[in-house]
């Protein structure tokens, strides 16, 4: 740990001798100026990689497009430490892996590449499973919370007042809707503007019963066919029903304004899973599959930042607050996607 941690502040004394390199555990490799690989030491190319690697270019380990090499050249210009997670690398060919990887810049103006595999179980949970910084996106709804709540008000009594005045009582079922939504945000924006200790109690409920309503607003908003694959066995978790609906709802909403003509909402139960640093015996994994258009290169890096977006409409608030409502629940948020294919994976623990 010791060289490790001298290794990291770029000193180069302490990589001055291959046998020291080749001691230590984790796997590294030295990349020059010219993003050339020019040493790798043992932990590397005998444990995790089955290709050529000296004198090689580092973007040759990277797995379509060059974030390995990007991260590389930040590095190298701009002489700091930085650390991507869950990047997607091709050690052996035609098996794509997941790692976090450090780069540290040495004095010399060379850099200390490590790559950590990422555990089998959080394999394919995708490249947007480093969430973002939770005070910005807390600080950020609890602003937005006091803008909506007088609104809501408004909405609520104005239904009220048309129900009173309609010709036709069978109409009221539709005013229902509105007060009955009105109340449920109102709910929303209550916890929003509560400390996030106070909204981790809740109670049991049925995941099953949330997609539900969901897949009936997301098949009422049109331009979509919304499917279920559903796990009936998955048991009840303890938590906030209506701040999952919104969690899942923005997710499907996400979907349809991605030009999704087909949405998948699909369950299943997760044995020994790792969520955070915790591993749970039994989680719910709840996934929001859809062929859109896909999350833009440009914006994947920072997606679960508040008010970042791909599209000029867009908000860019759905995705935070999707996020905030995971870990409220001990879960996380994660996504994979390319055009045609994309998913959006919720994790939730299960109380023993």
Not at 79 to 92: D, H, P, T
Not at 319 to 327: E, F, M, N
Request: proline share 5%; glycine share 8%.
């Amino acid at each position: 740990m010791r060289l490790l941690r001298a290794i990291r502040k770029g000193d180069e004394s302490a990589i001055g001798a291959e046998d020291l390199l080749d001691s230590m555990q984790t796997p590294l490799a030295v990349v020059n100026r010219q993003r050339v690989i020019v040493r790798a030491n043992a932990a590397l190319v005998e444990g995790l990689c089955e290709r050529r690697l000296l004198q090689q270019s580092v973007a040759a380990l990277a797995f379509g497009a060059g974030a390995l090499l990007d991260l590389v050249d930040r590095a190298i210009e701009g002489g700091e430490q930085l650390v991507a997670r869950r990047m997607l690398l091709e050690m052996k060919r035609s098996h794509p892996r997941r790692f976090d990887v450090q780069v540290s810049p040495l004095r010399s103006g060379e850099v200390i590449v490590e790559f950590h595999l990422v555990a089998e179980a959080d394999q394919d949970l995708g490249e947007g499973a480093l969430p973002a910084p939770e005070p910005a996106a807390q600080q950020m709804a609890r602003a937005l919370a006091h803008e909506i709540k007088n609104p809501l008000a408004g909405l609520h009594g104005a239904a009220q007042l048309l129900e009173r005045e309609l010709p036709n009582r069978a109409l009221a079922e539709y005013t229902q809707v509105i007060r009955t939504e009105v109340d449920r945000i109102r709910r929303l924006v209550d916890r929003l503007l509560l400390a996030p200790e106070l909204v981790r109690t809740g109670e049991l409920f049925n995941v099953h019963e949330v997609l539900e309503r969901v897949r009936t607003l997301t098949e009422a908003e049109g331009g979509a066919r919304v499917e279920r694959d559903y796990d009936p066995s998955l048991p009840d978790i303890t938590g906030h029903a209506d701040r999952l609906h919104q969690a899942l709802l923005n997710l499907a909403r996400n979907a349809l304004q991605a030009g999704a003509a087909h949405i998948r909402l699909r369950t299943r139960a997760e044995h020994r899973v790792r969520i955070g640093e915790r591993v749970e015996r039994l989680a719910i994994r709840i996934d929001v599959m859809d062929d859109g258009s896909g999350v833009p290169e440009d914006v994947r890096d920072h997606l679960f930042l508040p008010f970042v977006t791909g599209r000029e409409e867009g908000t860019g608030l759905g995705l935070p607050v999707a996020l905030a409502i995971a870990r409220e629940h001990g879960g996380t948020l994660a996504f994979t996607s390319r055009p045609g294919a994309t998913t959006f994976s919720l994790l939730l623990p299960v109380n023993a």
